[in-house]
């Protein structure tokens, strides 16, 4: 079993949409979890992070961990085009991360 | 100016070839690392670097080795390219942090290697 665990894709999704995103994890010594966004021809860039279960908001976005069952999710309300990327959830502890295999969401118009 | 850049972006071998993917970084971080990303596998660690004298394999170390030439410099190599090292290699930065401080790594842009 892989540590981070991520819901399969592509996803496709009218602009408009709230869209749900989730990863399971299986390691408990995870310190800290973190959803970074990927566009296309780019690196990796930290969308949003948090080290304590309950819920995180941004803007748009609201990131959920839940150590108890292990399950980190990533909640994107009024979806927009701009959206349109990859998300990979991301955990770890003593400065190295492991990444789930991330998602492809696409936002129509 | 990229805080972190990567050379060359894209890169074409033929098999058994030596390749060297260099990453530099201008954000005055102290740890490093490289790694690979597959369509279905995500981003995999091949070495990470905590200092200049601190070198250390990842998930994914075979076949491959690194150079910490400075504290602003980390290069991967491929000593004999193999077909199945075709992806999309990442180099990344971090601070120092505390024990249970968050770790936000910052991406290079990506190397493209085709091992044909």
């Known amino acids: 079993q892989k540590e981070v665990e991520q819901d399969p894709g592509p996803l496709s999704v009218p602009e408009g949409a709230i869209v749900s995103l989730n990863c399971t994890y299986s390691?408990?010594?995870?310190?800290?979890f973190m959803w970074y966004r990927q566009y296309s021809r780019k690196g990796p860039e930290l969308l949003m992070y948090?080290?304590?279960?309950g819920n995180k908001e941004d803007g748009r976005f609201t990131a959920q961990v839940d150590k108890s069952s292990k399950y980190i999710s990533l909640f994107i309300r009024d979806s927009q085009p701009s959206d349109s990327a990859t998300y990979l959830c991301?955990?770890?502890?003593?400065?190295?991360?492991?990444f789930g295999k991330g998602i492809t969401l696409s936002v129509r118009p | 100016d990229a805080d972190v850049t990567q050379t060359p972006r894209n890169r074409i071998t033929k098999t058994g070839k030596r390749i060297m993917l260099e990453c530099s970084q201008t954000?005055?971080?102290?740890?490093m690392y490289w790694y690979r990303q597959d369509p279905g596998l995500g981003l995999r660690l091949i070495y990470y670097?905590?200092?200049?004298?601190?070198?250390n394999k990842g998930e994914i170390s075979d076949g491959y080795s690194v150079s910490r030439q400075a504290q602003a410099k980390f290069s991967l190599s491929l000593e004999s390219a193999i077909p199945n090292q075709t992806a999309l290699y990442f180099c990344?930065?971090?601070?120092?942090?505390?024990?249970?401080?968050?770790?936000?790594?910052?991406f290079g842009p990506g190397t493209r290697l085709t091992v044909l």
């Open positions: 991301a955990t770890g502890a003593n400065s190295k991360l492991t």
């Open positions: 390691n408990s010594a995870f310190q800290y």
């Open positions: 948090t080290y304590s279960s």
């Open positions: 990344a930065t971090s601070d120092r942090t505390a024990d249970r401080s968050y770790n936000e790594q910052f």
């Open positions: 954000k005055g971080h102290d740890r």
């Open positions: 670097s905590f200092d200049v004298k601190d070198i």
